[in-house]
Structure formats: structure tokens, C-alpha cells
């Protein structure tokens, strides 16, 4: 009994021994950052425009969908005027068009545009189709 407890211990310290020693290597955790998806909402007037500013941090496509439209007469209730939906970038008060698209309210982007790394804005107006005010959601997805 006294050899078996014997041998045990010998065998647990040959084993503790084979997991040891000194591993001076680190190891730098890796971080992936993927897209930024950022949410613009806001009320259009007819012959208005809003825009939201954003800042891409790597080259690469930001994309952006007119993702819905509510009457602001009966919020909830969807409208589906053609409206302007445009990338740019903000000069003073609002945002000078590099691209941009005519887009009825969907949910996959109507404006796709690669672009390198800086300040930029999105900008929905009326195109001349709007009789009353209306409720807008815009995503702008971008590196």
C-alpha cells in the first residue's frame, strides 16, 4: 500500500514536471472591428433636406438605404415617395453632393460608394414629390 502511495506521488510529479517551465513568449491579443452601422432619422418638409455627418476610419464602401418613410400626419403609417439620398461632404450647415441617387424607401442600399478615410455626411431631400411632411429613417453602414 505504502509502494502504491509511492509510486502515485512519483507519477503525479513526473507529470506536474512535463506541464511546467517557463514559456517567456506573449501573445497580443488581435482585434477585428467591423463595419459601423450608424441610424439617421428625422422629419422632412417639402423642399427640405437633413443630413447627419459620420466618419470613416478606413477606406472601404459605405453604404446607404432610405430605410423607411412615415407619413408625420399618422406616424406608423408608411409612405413611399422617391426622395434624393446622397453622400457628401459637410460644408457648414449642410453637405455638398458627391453622389447621389433618386430612392424609394427599401431595405437594401441604394448607394453604394468607396471611399478613403475622413469626415463625410448623408443628405435625403425632397426631390419635388413631397405634399406634406414626412418621417425618414436613413442607415449609413461604413468602415
Avoid: W
Avoid at 497580443?28 to 463595419?35: C, D, E, F, K, Y
Avoid at 478606413?58 to 446607404?64: A, I, L, P, R, W
Avoid at 453604394?112 to 425632397?126: E, F, I, K, T
Amino acid at each position: 500500500m505504502k509502494t502504491l502511495r509511492i509510486l502515485m506521488l512519483v507519477a503525479g510529479l513526473a507529470t506536474t514536471g512535463a506541464c511546467g517551465g517557463s514559456d517567456t513568449s506573449t501573445t497580443t491579443p488581435s482585434v477585428t472591428v467591423g463595419p459601423t452601422t450608424e441610424l439617421f432619422e428625422g422629419t422632412l418638409t417639402p423642399k427640405g433636406s437633413a443630413f447627419f455627418a459620420f466618419t470613416v476610419t478606413d477606406t472601404g464602401n459605405v453604404s446607404v438605404m432610405l430605410a423607411s418613410v412615415t407619413s408625420s400626419a399618422a406616424p406608423g403609417n408608411s409612405a413611399t415617395p422617391t426622395l434624393g439620398l446622397s453622400v457628401g461632404v459637410p460644408s457648414g450647415i449642410d453637405c455638398t453632393i458627391q453622389n447621389s441617387i433618386a430612392a424609394s424607401p427599401a431595405l437594401t442600399s441604394q448607394l453604394v460608394v468607396n471611399m478613403p478615410a475622413g469626415l463625410y455626411c448623408a443628405r435625403v431631400y425632397d426631390i419635388g414629390n413631397l405634399t406634406s411632411s414626412i418621417n425618414f429613417a436613413v442607415r449609413i453602414v461604413h468602415t
